[in-house]
């Protein structure tokens, strides 16, 4: 596995700010200097002028130019600022050394060493120190302990290998004035730390193609090659002012500015998020560098027995070899921890079975080998009756009864089948290479077993089990159809009581499968513009006023036209959707009403369901949405039906007082089909009832209906309560209503539910009663 590694510059990942036309000008005269100086290393023409103008103007011209494009990469910059200006303020000391070291310090009669320059030329180092911690810094945001050990290992191999190989005899310098000799050791020992740097910053970032980091590197690389040839040549004395050996420094000039003229922030900020998101460090390409370092280590170790190399080398080879065994030890257990991590996310908590995630990763392979004649099946499994487990015994029971479904089925499942516990009370079965009669066999085997008693907390308790069944590659070809396929045939199985149901694929076009309806529903919820509502008029039964609309949800399916609620409500009932769906209708029915609203006061009717009635936020939500949309508290009314309330009473009880508080009215619909119990009338929070068409429909012919309606009807007025009657089909029923003491009517024989723009125009001249 390979983490911490972002795309190359360019490549997908965008960038917040690119190189100005300043950077490319500034850029140009570095490159341009360096070209022109480039002609004289190997032969300039004779005199005092050219020599300044090589030595001292060209030369410090590619410094110069460097810096300003360091500078102008800073001011663009974000994660990268303090390296920029790290970098333009080593590249000034260089300057400030050369011209130091040209106009005074060549010009005396005899050079001291050291001199003031050296103070210049070894602050050089210290802001290229700042510059590697500075981008390394903007491209981690959270630190391992495993990129701290890489980029020890790195610093540690990288240092032994220069004391050893390279800087060796500098280091051995101690002959000479105590100044001297520190000058001389400072310069060497600066080089090895910006080496050792240089390959610990790449241990900890790791091998990638980041085009800033690249140059940077080829930059200081340079450089250091520069600084040896040069210890080499000044201690053999034959070093030559502006010669070709110049060209490495200039060269390492040059690349810091093109370093700097293409950092990206995008490409940092992308780096510094894949660094967040790592888990574990593992990979060759994070790994290879210190891996070569230890290795160069070790031949340090075995090639220098017998003092060959310096103590120093020594020393900081073993200091690597130790550093890479305390970094083979958190890589074990940095993917120890990984795999625990990984398993854990496939694994369900309570019942310690594979997960959603590992039954869809395992479907995955199953299917990629799956064919007609060795095919394969998923059993979709629902606890009937675990409900009630936990209301009457409490959700620690209901766990236990969980705990208990994977040991008892255990030994109905070969060891190639992946039993699995999807969420709830469902669970799945996947069958590889199991044909539909074995897969359906298996099935029976296994409700056989679950409709056997369990025993939770000394209480013998009995459950059933609807099991759906599906095979692949046919009828489902991929992992969602399998499920989808599944889910249709339990809930078959779960409706007709039959236990077991194999799918059966729909001739029509399978348009009923609810599976599909919920994700089809959830999208237009997503994406808006499917969902609208229709209205239907509420009329006063005593002088025809239109006295409130109610709101009814529609479905302006993009294939399957105009779906009524009947379609709509289960399936977002069965996917968690109701109180997503309720807002939306909320807010439709509130963007109508607003419409008509400054010139008629019809309130407008939506519909709760019980979820939005134990709703704590129900109240402030409501509250908002008419400021919104500019409304009174009086323009809307919420229905709800009575048996909403039963499951949470008191709560219910308290978030329908709040909305009263606000002003809006309650309404109590389908009343007469519920509980209907007078005590829990008493205490409900309501201002109207609405009588359900049951009770409403023969009332002209029946005279125990009428009966009921008429004491109905007195019960509410006694309370306070309007009485709506839902159901009006015709003008006779409407009378009959009338005379009862009914005082709002609603149904066929004042309008149909029909779109906003219809029920606007609708107001303007509505019609009087008549039969549809």
């Known amino acids: ?95 400030a050394g050369n011209l130091v070291y040209s106009l005074v ?48 290992v790195g610093a540690l191999g990288a240092g032994a290998v220069a004391v050893a190989v390279l800087l060796g005899p500098a280091l051995e310098v101690t002959e000479g004035h105590l100044a001297a000799v520190l000058t001389s050791l400072a310069y060497p020992i600066a080089d090895v730390v910006l080496l050792a740097l240089l390959v610990g910053v790449g241990a900890i970032l790791g091998v990638r193609r980041d085009r800033t980091l690249l140059l940077l590197g080829a930059g200081i690389v340079a450089q250091l090659v520069g600084d040896i040839v040069f210890l080499d040549l000044a201690t053999a004395g034959v070093y030559v002012e502006g010669g070709p050996l110049d060209l490495t420094w200039l060269v390492a000039m040059a690349s810091f500015a093109l370093a700097a003229h293409h950092s990206d922030p995008g490409a940092v900020q992308a780096s510094a998020d894949a660094g967040a998101r790592a888990a574990t460090r593992v990979g060759w390409r994070v790994l290879a560098l210190p891996l070569t370092c230890n290795l160069a280590s070790l031949v340090i170790l075995a090639a220098g027995y017998g003092d060959r190399f310096s103590a120093a080398a020594a020393w900081l080879a073993v200091g690597c070899v130790v550093a890479a065994l305390a970094r083979t030890a958190i890589t074990f257990r940095e993917v120890r921890a990984f795999n625990e991590v990984r398993e854990q996310a496939r694994t369900d908590e309570l019942t310690g079975l594979p997960n959603r995630r590992a039954l869809i990763d395992e479907a995955r392979r199953m299917l990629a080998t799956a064919t007609a004649r060795h095919p394969a099946a998923l059993l ?26 994977g040991p008892r089925l255990r030994g109905a499942l070969r060891t190639s089948d992946t039993l699995a516990r999807l969420g709830g009370d469902e669970f799945a079965v996947l069958l590889p290479d199991a044909a539909l009669d074995v897969a359906q066999a298996r099935a029976e085997q296994i409700r056989e077993l679950l409709l056997q008693p369990f025993t939770v907390e000394g209480t013998r308790l009995h459950v059933g089990v609807s099991i759906g069944v599906a095979t692949a590659p046919v009828p489902a070809a991929t992992v969602q159809e399998l499920l989808r396929c599944a889910d249709v045939a339990m809930y078959a199985a779960k409706a007709s009581r039959e236990g077991v149901r194999v799918y059966v694929p729909d001739p029509h076009g399978g348009t009923g499968d609810r599976l599909h309806t919920m994700e089809e529903l959830r999208t237009a919820l997503d994406e808006g513009g499917q969902l609208l509502v229709h209205l239907q008029p509420q009329v006063d039964l005593e002088d025809g006023r239109v006295v409130g609309a109610e709101a009814l949800v529609r479905w302006q399916h993009p294939t399957r036209g105009l779906l009524s609620p009947a379609d709509l409500l289960p399936a977002a009932e069965q996917a968690g959707l109701l109180r997503p769906l309720a807002d939306t209708v909320l807010e439709l029915s509130l963007t109508a009403a607003a419409r008509w609203w400054p010139e008629r006061r ?93 009770l409403t429909l023969d009332v002209g012919r029946d005279p125990r209906a009428a009966a009921i309606v008429r004491h109905t009807v007195a019960l509410a007025h006694d309370l306070g309560l309007t009485l709506v009657a839902e159901g009006v089909e015709d003008v006779d029923t409407a009378a009959v209503l009338a005379r009862l003491g009914c005082d709002t009517a609603q149904g066929h024989a004042i309008a149909r539910p029909m779109p906003v723009e219809a029920f606007v125009d609708w107001l303007q001249t509505p019609a009087p009663l008549s039969n549809p």
């Open 380 to 405: 979709l499994l629902d606890l009937d009756g675990f409900k009630e487990v936990n209301d009457s015994l409490g959700h620690h029971a209901g766990d236990s009864l969980l705990g208990q479904v």
């Open 105 to 152: 310090v060549a010009r005396m009669a005899e050079e001291p060493f050291p001199s003031i320059a050296d103070a210049f030329y070894l602050g050089f180092y210290v802001p290229l120190y700042v510059t590697l911690v500075g981008l390394i810094r903007a491209r981690v945001a959270r630190f391992h302990a495993s990129m701290w050990l890489d980029g020890v």
């Open 602 to 694: 019809v309130p407008v009717s939506v519909n709760l369901s019980a979820a939005d009635v134990t709703d704590l936020d129900l109240p402030t939500k409501v509250a908002r949405a008419l400021d919104r949309h500019g409304l009174p508290a009086a323009a809307l009314t919420l229905e709800l039906v009575e048996d909403t309330l039963m499951a949470d009473p008191e709560r219910g009880r308290a978030v329908l007082g709040q909305l009263r508080r606000l002003g809006v009215r309650t309404s109590i619909d389908d009343y007469g089909t519920g509980y209907s119990s007078l005590a829990y009338l008493r205490h409900l929070p309501a201002d109207e009832l609405k009588l359900d068409r049951s």
């Open 1 to 95: 596995m390979e983490t911490g590694t972002v795309p190359a510059e360019g490549a997908g990942v965008p960038s917040t700010a690119r190189a100005t036309a300043p950077s490319r000008h500034a850029l140009a005269l570095t490159l341009a200097a360096l070209a022109v100086f480039a002609t004289g290393a190997w032969g300039r023409p004779d005199g005092e002028g050219w020599a300044v103008a090589y030595d001292l103007v060209l030369y410090n011209a590619v410094y110069v130019g460097a810096a300003l494009v360091c500078a102008l990469a800073a001011l663009r910059a974000e994660g990268d600022r303090l390296a920029w200006w790290s970098m333009t303020v080593a590249l000034l000391l260089g300057v």
